[in-house]
């Protein structure tokens, strides 16, 4: 079989090009980069190949398929579709709610039918719905999106201390001066849609966060602002998490009182004070069960020892002597005189 794969591939080197087959033999060891490069070579080249490309992408929804984050909870799918039907014929379009509640998650999905759409969208910039700027990336890429090379924690900040009045409106306006954003607004309650007092803005570099955060003006809304990364703003409220890479056995314990009982026996090394562990019952089964016998007599019968017959006289004090145990019915009888 070895010998006919490289005859085959012998001859589709020497130029004897007779079947798919000898063409497979070809393609097979090429990288996946040099596959691409290839193809849009000969799609350039040939119209018919360009069309087929088109035609095999296309089929599969997951090219046309976007991921839109970062909505307003008062975000409909109506007005989802009508932001981004600028693109192309949208196949399907829909805001994700919450069973629960019936209210909106944040976030939707828009497919198109054709992939050039697709694409079309993915280049344009952010898109303002209702107040807040929605980003939109492949849904098969999940939350990283196409600028995933890019830490996020370097591009996202917190901006806190905003007045009621600040809008997301005015919050992009006015970041807006340090670069391109990709996603931002201020946060709002789920039930009353007031203003929580922050905000968060993600900008596509990390130049411009850089630069939105030394900048000295911080006065928005008649209130100076708070201006870091997101990053550093997680875990201030709420007990702090265990130090990482410290082992629970190394934190101090809380002694007690000293209790009797057998310690437990761990491979780790004891810690405060040790206190008795409770015995898991064991099956019934485990406890061997000695076989039913005669219960033994509360006095085994012994042989009995014979003494000489004692003459019923006087001893010298008057007193007649006692007959030996075994001798009469009643051991203590004292014979008549």
């Known amino acids: ?5 490289k005859r085959k591939l012998e001859e589709a080197t020497n130029g004897g090009f007779t079947s798919v087959e000898d063409l497979r033999l070809l393609i097979e060891p090429l990288a996946k980069p040099q596959l691409v490069d290839l193809l849009a070579k000969l799609g350039s080249q040939y119209p018919s190949i360009a069309e087929e490309i088109k035609s095999i992408a296309s089929a599969d929804p997951v090219h046309r398929k976007l991921f839109v984050r970062g909505l307003a909870w ?21 805001v994700i709610y919450d069973k629960a509640t019936g209210k909106s998650r944040g976030y939707g999905f828009i497919t198109y039918k054709n992939m050039e759409s697709t694409q079309a969208a993915l280049r344009a910039p952010s898109k303002l719905i209702d107040g807040r700027l929605a980003a939109c990336n492949l849904a098969c890429e999940g939350l990283s999106g196409p600028s995933s090379a890019l830490d996020v924690s370097q591009r996202k900040l917190y901006i806190g201390s905003l007045s009621p009045e600040v809008t997301s409106e005015v919050l992009l306006s ?8 990709e996603e931002g607004s201020v946060a ?17 570099t990390t130049e411009a966060a850089k630069k939105a955060i030394d900048d000295p003006e911080k006065t928005l809304g008649g209130r100076t602002i708070i201006v870091k990364f997101a990053g550093a703003h ?5 007990q702090p998490p265990f130090p990482a890479g410290v082992p629970m056995a190394a934190l101090p314990m809380t002694p007690g009182y000293v209790q009797s009982g057998k310690p437990h026996i761990s491979s780790a090394p004891s810690v405060g004070y040790t206190y008795p562990q409770p015995v898991a019952p064991y099956p019934l089964a485990s406890y061997p069960i000695p076989p039913l016998t005669a219960p033994p007599s509360a006095y085994p019968a012994q042989g009995q020892v014979p003494y ?3 003459s019923a006289k006087k001893d010298q004090l008057g007193v007649p002597p006692t007959q030996p ?3 009469n019915k ?8």
């Not at 009643?330 to 005189?337: D, S, T, V």
Request: overall charge negative.
């Open 1 to 5: 079989m070895e010998d006919l794969k």
């Open 234 to 238: 997680k875990g201030k409220t709420g």
């Open 330 to 337: 009643y051991p203590y009888y004292y014979p008549k005189q």
């Open 74 to 94: 008062n975000t409909s799918s109506e007005t989802l579709c009508a932001a981004f039907q600028e693109h192309g014929e949208i196949e399907e379009g829909a």
């Open 188 to 204: 709002y309650d789920k039930d009353t849609n007031v203003s929580r007092g922050f905000g968060f803005v993600t900008y596509k």
């Open 308 to 310: 000489a017959p004692v």
């Open 174 to 181: 006015f970041f807006g001066r340090h670069g391109e954003i």
């Open 325 to 327: 145990v075994g001798m």
